[in-house]
């Protein structure tokens, strides 16, 4: 695995999503340009380990990748979340926190990613103040996101569930293992299989 300076396409591309949170300066984009980096990992590595301090967080350019929790009963790993393209990866707690992260998390295919480190973010952090405002506006979009799928999981039937979130798992059919979808989804690989079949082929 080689590490290098972020390319301008990758930078771009960041910034695009970036601004969808907020306008940025000219001076925030270019200080944050000099502390980015971009990598590739190849597919089923373990970028993260539970119990582990992350000391860096990505923005997914290109690949699947998926957070792995540990049932604190059985000891079985269950898959809670996937990213995708222009997803950005964290855990919380984790990154931002300092604290050990609870998940482990997993490439699922060969990715490309954009990466700050700690480090680097807490500089930006203490030098510009759009670097929290941004910050806080993406976890918490991501807060409503992960809040909303556990409500849909506790109040949604399996059917529900599906339809409603059709088009995500029709990107996920194929690319990884349906025993992965289903522990995302709160069900079983048989169950998941059944609705996939039952509504395959709708318009």
């Known amino acids: 695995m080689?590490?290098?300076p972020i390319s301008d396409e990758a930078f771009n591309i960041l910034i695009e999503v970036l601004e969808r949170f907020m306008k940025l300066s000219?001076?925030?984009?270019?200080?944050?340009?000099?502390?980015?980096?971009?990598?590739?990992?190849n597919k089923r590595?373990?970028?993260?380990?539970?119990?582990?301090?992350?000391?860096?967080?990505?923005f997914l350019l290109v690949g699947l990748s998926r957070e792995i929790r540990i049932h604190t009963e059985t000891f079985?790993?269950?898959t809670v979340w996937f990213w995708f393209a222009k997803d950005f990866i964290y855990t919380t707690p984790g990154f931002f926190s300092r604290e050990p992260s609870e998940s482990t998390i997993e490439v699922l295919e060969d990715?490309?990613?954009?990466?700050?480190?700690?480090?680097?973010?807490a500089v930006m952090k203490n030098t510009f103040p759009e670097t929290e405002i941004i910050t806080e506006k993406i976890r918490s979009e991501y807060d409503k996101m992960r809040s909303l799928h556990a409500d849909d999981i506790k109040n949604l039937s399996t059917d529900e569930l599906y339809l409603k979130l059709e088009k995500t798992l029709n990107v996920l059919f194929g690319r990884t293992q349906l025993r992965f979808i289903?522990?995302?989804?709160?069900?079983?690989?048989d169950t998941l299989g059944r609705l996939r079949k039952k509504y395959s082929g709708r318009r």
Not at 33 to 39: A, S
Not at 182 to 189: F, H, I, V
């Open 76 to 78: 079985e790993e269950n």
């Open 2 to 4: 080689s590490i290098h």
């Open 182 to 189: 289903a522990e995302y989804l709160g069900m079983s690989a």
């Open 111 to 121: 990715c490309k990613v954009v990466l700050i480190r700690y480090d680097d973010w």
């Open 26 to 41: 000219y001076k925030f984009k270019l200080e944050l340009k000099h502390v980015l980096f971009e990598t590739t990992y």
């Open 45 to 58: 590595v373990r970028i993260l380990s539970a119990k582990s301090q992350q000391d860096i967080a990505w």
